[in-house]
T-cell receptor, first 113, second 112 residues
């Protein structure tokens, strides 16, 4: 049973560029959440997708957008990258049957130069 | 606005002894709390949870205590093992919310 998979594992971009991160949820999970973890901080909620719609959004600018596909996989897009966007981006999946727990992938480490 | 706080960035404990990790929160609407463990280069892994209707939950060597009046929870690991060395995050969620609020983590080192 594959867990949550994220790609790529590492990414280097320059300021102003755009980036797309991908996530496949754990088998049987229909909800995907994205979190940003800056160095020395805890994960910060970006948004959550359910039934291909953004269900809730955290305190992140519109430069951060996402998508969920019918197979429940998801993408996180960040436009006009800033140096401060450098962080570990974590995808988490869940479902009513998972008992409210989030199952995390290993993350994508994004460096913006 | 840090609604969940872990005030101890690091903790060192001898193998076999008890590890106590603490977490404070400010939002009285939080009703579900979790602890996650994170190793380097891996995503956080669920450890144990507790709902606000309980004040204690045990799972093997791990016990979480919730003190709602103090808005405080703690994770006890007994006995501590070297493999427990990791960063521990507490997280909380409101009944109606879909987002979890995480603390900044406590790095636990268990010394053999």
């Amino acid at each position: 049973d594959a867990g949550v998979t994220q790609s790529p594992t590492h990414l280097i971009k320059t300021r102003g560029q755009q980036v797309t991160l991908r996530c496949s949820p754990k088998s049987g999970h229909d909800t995907v959440s994205w979190y940003q973890q800056a160095l020395g901080q805890g994960p910060q909620f970006i948004f959550q997708y359910y039934e291909e719609e953004e269900r809730q959004r955290g305190n992140f600018p519109d430069r951060f957008s996402g998508h969920q596909y019918p197979n429940y996989s998801s993408e996180l897009n960040v436009n006009a990258l800033l140096l401060g966007d450098s962080a570990l981006y974590l995808c988490a999946s869940s479902s009513p049957g998972s008992g409210e727990k989030l199952f995390f992938g290993s993350g994508t480490q994004l460096s913006v130069l | 606005d840090q609604q969940v706080k872990q005030n101890s960035p690091s903790l060192s404990v001898q193998e076999g002894r008890i590890s106590i990790l603490n977490c404070d929160y400010t939002n009285s609407m939080f009703d579900y709390f979790l602890w996650y463990k994170k190793y380097p280069a891996e995503g956080p892994t669920f450890l144990i949870s507790i709902s606000s209707i309980k004040d204690k939950n045990e799972d093997g060597r791990f016990t979480v205590f919730l003190n709602k009046s103090a808005k405080h929870l703690s994770l006890h690991i007994v006995p501590s093992q070297p493999g427990d060395s990791a960063v521990y995050f507490c997280a909380a969620r409101t009944f109606t919310g879909n987002q979890f609020y995480f603390g900044t983590g406590t790095s636990l080192t268990v010394i053999p």
